[in-house]
């Protein structure tokens, strides 16, 4: 996606949300490579939304996480841990997704988890207007568990050796560069080779944005 195209992508998204018709909540899919963009494109589409009188969910798959002692038990630089160990789908589908898709009651919970503090959560339930829009950013969502979750999904595609430089720059705050590299080559891009292996992510998707 070019920085000239982004606002006609958007505008192309919100229609596609328009466009699908149900009788619960839509629930889109933000889907991608870590540090692809996935979250400022699912931010600047829920602006969008908003502008046109909708009203928005907003969430992440980074508050359905199991706690860390799980995510990790494969050691710290294991792919197959990133896919397998990482993500709480089952949590996720029944606090969020399953509430809002066919024969849902609209009681959710935007979260389960707190990843700062490592900590398990149940925070209040609340009731989703029949109208809303789930605007939901994360990476593997389209993975099997959950394909059939989405009305609407978005494939955020970046080569992958880009996220590496992304990712140096975005976390060279906290992290060494040397560290956060070894991170993404070991664990992250691996676990996304299993992913688009396992569940090829560009071929279901409803829409790729390439965000290189």
Same mark, same amino acid.
């Given at each position: 996606?070019?920085?000239?195209?982004?606002?006609?992508?958007?505008?192309?998204?919100?229609?596609?949300?328009?466009?699908?018709?149900?009788?619960?909540?839509?629930?889109?899919?933000?889907?991608?490579?870590?540090?692809?963009?996935?979250?400022? #494109?699912?931010?600047? *589409?829920?602006?969008? $939304?908003?502008?046109? =009188?909708?009203?928005? @969910?907003?969430? %992440? &798959?980074? +508050?359905?996480?199991?706690?860390?002692?799980?995510?990790?038990?494969?050691?710290?630089?294991?792919?197959?841990?990133?896919?397998?160990?990482?993500?709480?789908?089952?949590? #996720?589908?029944?606090? *969020?997704?399953?509430? $809002?898709?066919?024969? =849902?009651?609209?009681? @959710?919970?935007? %979260? &389960?988890? +707190?990843?700062?503090?490592?900590?398990?959560?149940?925070?209040?339930?609340?009731?989703?207007?029949?109208?809303?829009?789930?605007?939901?950013?994360?990476?593997?969502?389209?993975?099997?568990?959950?394909?059939?979750?989405?009305?609407?999904?978005?494939?955020?595609?970046?080569?992958?050796?880009?996220?590496?430089?992304?990712?140096?720059?975005?976390?060279?705050?906290?992290?060494?560069?040397?560290?956060?590299?070894?991170?993404?080559?070991?664990?992250?891009?691996?676990?996304?080779?299993?992913?688009?292996?396992?569940?090829?992510?560009?071929?279901?998707?409803?829409?790729?944005?390439?965000?290189?």
């Amino acid at each position: 996606m070019d920085p000239g195209t982004r606002e006609e992508v958007l505008g192309h998204l919100a229609e596609a949300v328009r466009s699908v018709t149900a009788t619960h909540p839509t629930r889109v899919a933000i889907d991608g490579p870590p540090a692809a963009g996935k979250t400022t #494109l699912a931010d600047q *589409l829920a602006v969008v $939304l908003r502008a046109q =009188g909708r009203d928005v @969910i907003r969430a %992440t &798959v980074d +508050d359905f996480l199991f706690p860390r002692a799980r995510r990790y038990r494969r050691g710290e630089y294991s792919a197959e841990g990133c896919y397998f160990d990482t993500h709480d789908t089952v949590s #996720l589908k029944r606090a *969020l997704l399953d509430p $809002l898709g066919p024969g =849902g009651d609209r009681r @959710i919970q935007r %979260t &389960v988890y +707190d990843r700062t503090t490592d900590t398990v959560l149940s925070p209040p339930v609340t009731t989703a207007p029949t109208d809303a829009v789930l605007v939901f950013d994360g990476v593997f969502l389209l993975r099997p568990e959950l394909i059939d979750r989405w009305d609407l999904s978005v494939f955020v595609s970046t080569a992958l050796e880009k996220t590496v430089e992304r990712a140096v720059i975005r976390e060279g705050g906290v992290s060494a560069p040397a560290a956060v590299e070894r991170r993404w080559r070991e664990r992250y891009l691996p676990a996304q080779q299993l992913y688009f292996a396992a569940a090829r992510p560009a071929d279901h998707a409803d829409f790729v944005v390439h965000n290189d």
